[in-house]
């Protein structure tokens, strides 16, 4: 529903002209939760033109593969069992336009699940994502699908390396993203880090919550009740947040490496707000 619309979307806003293929019963974002088009549709589906056809009836993929011969592209998010079924593999489509660039986002890369289906929520699961996001200790989805996103952004990318080789002679790769294989690499700088605590430390263990643990970084609630989110990555903007808040400069926190202890020590929770209270 999302990750090759969105793909196409970008492609889009690039300057392509994007025919997106409808089956008799429309996409299932025209009428999604309310009956109405869904905040999917409306917000990835401008900029396209659109045509209905029956890719299961043979009139139906005749007039497909018409469109085909002249397309520089095709991206879908098909199972690879539904591929087959209508006809729609890689070889299927280069046998009708050998210059095409086909792009798959499947659920799974090649390995023992290429066949198995994935959506977002899925990758979420699998990639350790809902275990580190918890609302009220249940593991949860992060709100919007970035796991589609971000392998309709890589397939964009992989279509436009594709066009740079046509354009240097050379024949244009085939294009594959696995929505899992997407997820692992968004999660990867976390992973990674959970590698080094138990190198470290000689256990398995993450950040306590989504937000590096850095003195002062984080949400506060000021005392006319509005929100404000601090960041600082580094010495010159503790420095700063320092100044501005006319702390006392007597050498001991000088640094974050320095406050980090003290702000552990001196910070407390806040049950009532959900907030930390910044002493």
Known sequence: MLAAPFAAHLLAHLGAEVIKVEPPTGDPTRSLVRGGPSGTFIAYSHGKKSVCID??????????????????ALVHN???????KLKLTRQDCESVNPRLIYCQIRGYGAGPQEDDLASNPVAEASTGVMEANRVNGRP?????????????????IGILASMLQLREGNEAAPVEIGLYETGLHVAARDLVGVQLKTQLLGRPEREPHGEFSMPGYGAYQTSDG???????????????????ME???????????????AYVRRSDRTPESGRHGFH
């Open 55 to 72: 890719l299961s009836k043979p009139d139906g993929h005749a007039a497909f593969c018409k469109l085909l011969k002249t397309a520089d």
């Open 78 to 84: 098909l199972s690879p069992r539904a591929a087959r």
């Open 140 to 156: 949860s989805r992060l709100g919007p699908s970035y796991h589609d996103q971000f392998a309709g952004a890589y397939a964009v």
């Open 226 to 244: 509005r929100w404000i989110y601090l960041l600082m990555l580094s010495d010159a903007h503790w420095l700063k947040f320092s100044q501005a």
């Open 247 to 261: 702390l006392p400069n007597d050498g001991s926190l000088v640094t974050l490496r320095q406050c980090g202890g």
